[in-house]
């Protein structure tokens, strides 16, 4: 074959944002239609808790979404903060510079 052959997770990775709101969708559909069905809780309350459920749902979602950027900048923030006071293995062993980063990338890789 010439042509190059997309897998099913492949094509998943690319639409898992879609997949996952679809997911989200159908069970919020399946499960408010079994709550108004078959309340366990009075009607008067719906309303109440669904905003505050669906706000809670989207502050949840903004904060992974925010988490994705905000986390690895401060792991390199508080990298960038312990060379710079001078904490660590490799300062504390006398190892500095160039031969630090060499000792780092071979240990850790």
Known sequence: ????????????????ALIRFAIFLSLFILLSGAEFLWPRRPQRARAQRWGTNLALLALNTLMLRLSVVVVPALAALAATYAEGEGWGLLPALGI???AAAVVAFLVLD
């Open 1 to 16: 074959m010439c042509g190059t052959r997309t897998s099913t997770f492949d094509t998943g990775v690319e639409n898992e």
């Open 96 to 98: 500095h510079g160039i």
